[in-house]
């Protein structure tokens, strides 16, 4: 099974808003990560170095800002995204009537008179068009997310981490395959 089904994109026009609004709320909030750790660790080392409360004041402020800022943008992003897989659902269970009922085809409880399996049963196009689409819950609204999140952030961390100090970008670029193979 694939992480992301093509078919499912293609069939709804609400996952492909759902992943651009995913891939934008990903990006921010990474920028928004990145700024905070540079915020954290500029008060951290003012402190260390005997910087005024001026200076410390502003630099804990900016960090509360930006963990202000982080949680309204993840806030708007879980949002969307149940409305995105509310939409999507909708959607299914639309093509799902409209298939089942200009079909043409009898959708019975019982197998065929012969003992041979008959027209697929009502009970699992009722288990199908409820169950089976509810489960789609998490797929959409939580999955998606953090698999968009999780080709990004790491790239967005090395580009961050090659522009501070490129030794240590190159160290990062070198150990991080090795993790899977050690694990």
Partial sequence: MKPLD???VRTADAVR????????SGVLVTGLIL???????????GAAGGAGM???GWSVAAVA???????????AAEASALHSAARTKSQLRRRLVAHVTGSG?????EPGADGEPGSPKA???VTLATRGLDALDDYFARYLPQLVLA???????????????????????VTLPLIPIFM
Wanted: net charge neutral.
């Fill in 17 to 24: 808003a759902h992943l651009a609004v995913s891939v934008v």
């Fill in 35 to 45: 700024v905070q750790a540079w915020l954290l660790a500029h008060a951290i080392t």
């Fill in 65 to 75: 800002g930006v963990a202000v800022l982080r949680a309204l943008l993840s806030y």
């Fill in 123 to 125: 009970g699992e196009l």
């Fill in 54 to 56: 001026d200076t410390l």
């Fill in 151 to 173: 080709a990004i952030v790491p790239l967005a961390v090395l580009a961050v981490v090659f522009w501070a100090d490129w030794i240590s970008g190159i160290v990062i670029l």
């Fill in 6 to 8: 093509p078919r499912l």
């Fill in 105 to 109: 085809r009898v959708w019975t409880a």
